[in-house]
């Protein structure tokens, strides 16, 4: 069972894995990584 403030960490996870795999797919490693790390910098910022 996921609590509820686990689903919206869910969700953000698999949204942000889909959009690092498409960017590895178009740009690479190293654009795939910054996306990646802005994406968790973005969710520990609380703008999320």
């Not at 403030?5 to 894995?17: H, N």
């Not at 802005?38 to 609380?46: E, Q």
């Amino acid at each position: 069972m996921v609590t509820r403030a686990g689903v919206p960490v869910l969700v953000f996870t698999l949204i942000e894995g889909l959009v690092a795999a498409c960017v590895f797919n178009r740009a690479g490693l190293l654009a795939a990584t910054l996306a990646h790390g802005l994406a968790i910098a973005v969710l520990a910022s609380g703008v999320y």
